[in-house]
């Protein structure tokens, strides 16, 4: 669970090998599935939200992993730290 205000590697990194992970990270909302964000300190919402995610069929499970792997991959990868790290030391020597 990341609380608001870090962006924890660890759930980008769990989302890139398929699992379905929580958060209480608001800046992650409306990046990533709503049904993946809790209110950070609310048990309430957190058992809320791991009893929707349990109720899950398979297809809309592997819909939801695929959606916040595709975010992940597009935004976080390694390939992309990489292409801005040459960019930004190539323009600077």
Avoid at 15 to 24: D, Q, R
């Amino acid at each position: 669970f990341t609380p608001a205000g870090s962006m924890d590697k660890t759930i980008f990194e769990a989302a890139a090998c398929g699992t379905i992970s929580l958060s209480s990270n608001e800046n992650l909302r409306g990046k990533i599935d709503d049904r993946l964000i809790f209110q950070e300190g609310d048990p309430i919402d957190l058992a809320q939200k791991l009893e929707t995610l349990l109720a899950l069929s398979a297809s809309e499970s592997e819909k939801l992993i695929t959606e916040f792997r595709n975010y992940v991959t597009g935004t976080h990868s390694l390939e992309l730290l990489t292409q801005k790290l040459f960019d930004t030391f190539y323009v600077a020597f």
